[in-house]
């Protein structure tokens, strides 16, 4: 489970919008989470952010 400071907050609100990206990130393993949590907190626009939620929307499991 992701602790240290939680999700970044722009992350958590993207998450929350994109109910398809919200569900890929929960199916993901903890180790994708950190990194995608690590990718966030490097995002310095919301445009980045968006990105990266969006990304995780596009993702595709089996």
Do not use: W, Y
Request: proline fraction near 2%.
């Amino acid at each position: 489970m992701i602790k240290e400071d939680g999700l970044p907050v722009g992350l958590g609100f993207g998450l929350a919008m994109n109910e398809k990206a919200l569900g890929q990130f929960s199916m993901m393993t903890e180790d994708e989470k950190r990194q995608v949590v690590d990718a966030a907190r490097g995002a310095q626009t919301k445009e980045q952010m968006a990105q990266i939620v969006k990304d995780i929307a596009d993702m595709e499991f089996f």
